[in-house]
Each structure stands twice: as structure tokens, then as C-alpha cells.
């Protein structure tokens, strides 16, 4: 290894990172002289660990690990992406990949296709979810212990792939030979017709299709006579800020304002403004919002809020008020980088955490809402706030899951009984029609029973934390009957705690069965007529003086 040249190669990676992000020195000068001592001090022990410690360094890694590391101490959306991580950064900003639309996950020791794209090579193909890969292209995956096959699945679009599959209720091997292509992931994976007048869209990612997929997908609903639209935002983690501003022009008119951003780069603060004719400007909107709608997401449920343009259904959202760019450095590698915040019409920016102020441990607190301040909308004037995420004009609850449903999901049970069933069950009813029976969910219910899963309930947690505090203060001899007189009321029956929360835990096993025969589109289709939040925008539509009124702040 030619320490000089890796050195040297360190240095021009660490400035082009640290250049970006480094402003604790207020004079250029004494700034870039400390920018080069540090990185000397750097480069000289690195020089000397590889030198010196007892087992080999991999530089690669070791230099990751402490960029990352450098990282860390700003915020979560400064990445640093090295030349074998680039491949993944496209897929996520373009939404594409080669390949044959699958994802795995290791069950058991097994490798098992866990969910399938839609009109992807491998939907075509005939492969099942559920089905085990044995191996892909004569490579035995267990002889390799191979945890992630999707390095050995994707290829060149147009070559062609082996894939060995054992499928449930069989020992048989079955090879399908499937031809990649390039894999679109949807930004808009479903889009149609709740019922007559209602049109509904789920908005999933911020890629570079996203404002052509909304678009395409309002202007067919309106040929198919949607007279109200919900937007659904609910899941999405944001994206690419031009999208979300051409999203929010369909809604608004050529030339309004939908975000600024501001940060320490002054040439690069921008206004953004819709450059389009707006395709409906009356239609009533419903948003759909919750804790895990994010940055673009919310940039468009707040715009949407500001111009009193439709009314937000659900959750908080979460908070995530940041701009990134991204930086080329050298030998491919990467540096997404967080330039600025951003600010919507009424003023308020969103950011719920400050990264900048952290306490002495190294972590973050969200904003006190006795910290928010009041903005007003634009047309309307009613009050909203800043400082914590878009608060909706409508919250939904939605109650924490039972202990035993996280488990039968996070455990695999459902999942595994929706590979029985489908075997079972070569078709069922069209995804909105389909219904688990009574015996149906009893028969899943004496299945479960006798699978291996276990959980502890948050009650018999916090019940575990008071014993430990009664033994640790010697007060335990007093309370011990109280305390196992507790433990016995709480302790849990798995068949019992199935059946409490039957709803719960049916509408789960249902959405997890319609998956299996239709896909993403079933399970949006399926659950209409029990999500809440959907439930709570059509209860809204049949009163539209009621949604006027939230408009009007009345």
C-alpha cells in the first residue's frame, strides 16, 4: 500500500467533506489553516495505525467508518456515500435499478421473497410471494451462506437470470429463467376510485416521476368523473424538492409561491414558484398525514394547508424541515448535505429538531409546542404553526397496536399463514370484497397457537422495572404478594389475547392475505372501508359546509 498517495487521497476526500460543513472559525484564513493542521493530524496517524497496529487495516472501511462517525455529529441526512454505495443512492433518487422487481428476506435461515412489484419481469414470471431461492444462477445460497441475494438477482437489463424456487406445500425445486429490465419503483403505486365522485391517490416517494405520475393519475381520475380527491401522503418519506413544488402546482395557480429555502450559502436561497397552469384549483382536497410523512411530503400537506387549498386528515407529520444537495467527490464517491431549511407561504418552517443545539450526552430534543409560534394562512388568515411538523386540521387517533399484534407481524406469523392460505385458496374475492369469516379466523387462531412466537406486553414491562425497584430500595418482602398477585392478572394467554383483539389483528391478517393474490394494489383497495383516516375524509366530503368552515378558520 502507497501510504503517500492514500494519505493524499484522504485529504482531498476530507476537505471537500469537511469544507462543507465547517464554521466554527470566523476568518477565512485561520478557518483553512485549521482545516489543514487537523487534516496533517489526520492523515499522519492513519499513516502511522496502518503502520503500526497488530492485524492489517482495510482503509476503505476504516475511512468510512470515520467519516460516518464525523457525520453523525451534524444530522441524519449528511451522508457520506462511498464508490460501492453508489448504485443504492441512484436507486433511491431515481426510483430505478436493474432487475427483476423482488424483495427478500431472510426467514429462518431461509432466503424468501417477501414482496413483489407490479408489472416487473418477476410479477410476469409467475414467482409467488412467499417462495423460497434456493439458488440463482446455479449459486446454492445456504452452501454460500448468502444473506442478501438481490446482489447475485440484479444484472445488465436485457441478460438473463436463473432463479431456483421451492415453493409451500411442495419439496419440488422449480427453475424459472427471468430477463432483467430496468425496475421503475412507483411513486404513485395506486391510484383510482373509492366510489362515484371520490378519487384517491397514494403518493409513496419524491423521485424524478413523481409530479408526472400525480399528474397523470389526477387527470385520469377526472376523466372518470372524480369530483373530490383524497391525497393520501401517509408513509412518505419526502424526496426531491421539485417535485413536491410541481405536485403543489396542480393544486395552485401559475406563479404562487409554494417554498422558500434559506441557509448559509446566500447565492444559493431560492424562492420557488409553480411554472405551470394549475390543472384544478376548486376540486375539495383531502391530505392524509401521519408521524412518518416527511420533508417533500410535508412541504406539500403544509402548502396545501397555507393557501386553505384542502383540509389535512390524520397525525402530526414528523417534523423534517431540511434541504439537501448533493456533492460529487472524488473517485465517485458522494456527500449529501444539509444546505439549508426551507420555508412555506405562511412563513412557518417546520423543522422539529435542532441538530445544531445538542444536549451534553450528544442527543436531540424536539421542539416544546409551548415553543411553536402562530403563523397565519394565506388566504384565509387562520392559525397555524411552525417548529414541530404540520399539524393536521383534523386529528384521526390511532391507537398503539396490542402487544400480540406487533408480535404476530414483527414474529412473521401473519405472514407465513397468508403463504398457507394462499396455497389453500387458489383465488378469493376482488381485494375490496375480500372478508375473513368467523371460521376462518378461528381456524388461524388454533394455527398461531402452536407457532413460536412470545411477547411481553407494556404493562408486564413496567410491572419487570417496579419489582427491580422494589428489590434494589430492599422494599421487595412488603410487596412481593401485591407484586405476584399483579404478575398474575397480567400474565397472557396467546389464544386469548387473539381473540380480545380479533378487529386488530383480522384487519392485519386480511390486508396480509390480499397482498399475496393482488399485490400493493389489493391492499389499498382492501382497506378502504376500515382505514380511519379514509373513513374520516369521506365522513368529510358529505358535509362539505363542514370542510368550507375549516377552510374559513370558523
Not at 448468502?146 to 421451492?166: H, P, S, Y
Request: hydrophobic share 35%; net charge neutral; with cysteine.
Amino acid at each position: 500500500m502507497n501510504i503517500k498517495m492514500s494519505a493524499k487521497s484522504l485529504i482531498i476526500t476530507a476537505i471537500t467533506v469537511i469544507g462543507f460543513s465547517l464554521a466554527s472559525f470566523t476568518e477565512p484564513g485561520e478557518r483553512f489553516f485549521e482545516i489543514a493542521k487537523n487534516l496533517d493530524i489526520y492523515a499522519t496517524l492513519f499513516k502511522e495505525l496502518n503502520r503500526y497496529y497488530v492485524d492489517e487495516i482495510n482503509p476503505n472501511k476504516t475511512i468510512k467508518t470515520s467519516i460516518d462517525a464525523m457525520l453523525k455529529s451534524f444530522d441524519p441526512y449528511t451522508v457520506y456515500y462511498a464508490e460501492d454505495e453508489i448504485e443504492d443512492y441512484m436507486t433511491m433518487t431515481t426510483g430505478k435499478y436493474n432487475g427483476i422487481g423482488i424483495v427478500t428476506g431472510n426467514r429462518n435461515g431461509k432466503i424468501v421473497i417477501m414482496l413483489i412489484d407490479e408489472g416487473t419481469p418477476a410479477e410476469k414470471s409467475g414467482l409467488r410471494i412467499g417462495d423460497e431461492i434456493v439458488k440463482v444462477d446455479g449459486v446454492d445460497l445456504a452452501a454460500r451462506k448468502i444473506n442478501d441475494a438481490g446482489k447475485l438477482i440484479k444484472g445488465q437489463t436485457g441478460t438473463a437470470v436463473r432463479i431456483t424456487v421451492k415453493r409451500y406445500g411442495t419439496d419440488k425445486l422449480e427453475e424459472v429463467s427471468i430477463v432483467r429490465d430496468v425496475v421503475k419503483m412507483k411513486n404513485v403505486p395506486y391510484y383510482g376510485m373509492i366510489n362515484n365522485e371520490v378519487g384517491y391517490i397514494d403518493l409513496k416517494d419524491f423521485t424524478g416521476t413523481a409530479s408526472k405520475e400525480v399528474r397523470t393519475a389526477f387527470t385520469e381520475l377526472k376523466g372518470k368523473g372524480m369530483k373530490k380527491l383524497v391525497l393520501d401522503l401517509r408513509e412518505n418519506p419526502g424526496g426531491l424538492l421539485n417535485m413536491a413544488v410541481d405536485i403543489c402546482n396542480i393544486f395552485l395557480p401559475k406563479e404562487s409561491e409554494i417554498v422558500s429555502t434559506k441557509g448559509k450559502v446566500e447565492d444559493w436561497n431560492k424562492t420557488y414558484v409553480g411554472l405551470n397552469a394549475a390543472i384544478d384549483t376548486e376540486m375539495p382536497v383531502t391530505v392524509l398525514t401521519n408521524s412518518r410523512s416527511a420533508s417533500a411530503a410535508e412541504i406539500v400537506a403544509g402548502v396545501i394547508q397555507d393557501y386553505d387549498r384542502g383540509v389535512l386528515i390524520g397525525q402530526r407529520s414528523y417534523g423534517k424541515g431540511l434541504v439537501q444537495i448533493t456533492r460529487d467527490l472524488t473517485y465517485n464517491t458522494k456527500l449529501k448535505v444539509t444546505t439549508a431549511k426551507y420555508y412555506i407561504p405562511s412563513g412557518r418552517c417546520i423543522q422539529a429538531i435542532d441538530y445544531s443545539h445538542r444536549n451534553p450526552d450528544g442527543s436531540v430534543g424536539k421542539l416544546p409546542d409551548s415553543l411553536r409560534r402562530p403563523f397565519k394562512t394565506v388566504k384565509s388568515g387562520r392559525v397555524v404553526y411552525d417548529g414541530g411538523g404540520i399539524l393536521p386540521d383534523i386529528e384521526v387517533d390511532r391507537p398503539y397496536p396490542a402487544a400480540v399484534t406487533l408480535a404476530l407481524s414483527n414474529r412473521y406469523i401473519l405472514f407465513d399463514y397468508a403463504i398457507k392460505y394462499h396455497f389453500e385458496h387458489p383465488s378469493i374475492k376482488p381485494a375490496k370484497d375480500f372478508e375473513l369469516t368467523n371460521a376462518e379466523y378461528n381456524d388461524f387462531v388454533k394455527w398461531a397457537v402452536t407457532q413460536d412466537f412470545d411477547y411481553t406486553t407494556q404493562a408486564e414491562k413496567d410491572l419487570n422495572l417496579l419489582e427491580a425497584s422494589a428489590k434494589r430500595e430492599r422494599y421487595y418482602e412488603n410487596i412481593s404478594e401485591q407484586l405476584k398477585s399483579l404478575r398474575n392478572k397480567l400474565s397472557h394467554s396467546k389464544e386469548a389475547d387473539i381473540m380480545k383483539f380479533k378487529d386488530e389483528i383480522k384487519t392485519a391478517l386480511e390486508q396480509e392475505i390480499v397482498v399475496h393474490y393482488y399485490l400493493q394494489r389489493g391492499t389499498r383497495e382492501q382497506s378502504f372501508a376500515k382505514d380511519p383516516e379514509i373513513q374520516e375524509a369521506l365522513k368529510l366530503f358529505t358535509d362539505m359546509p363542514r370542510y368550507q368552515s375549516i377552510l374559513k378558520g370558523n
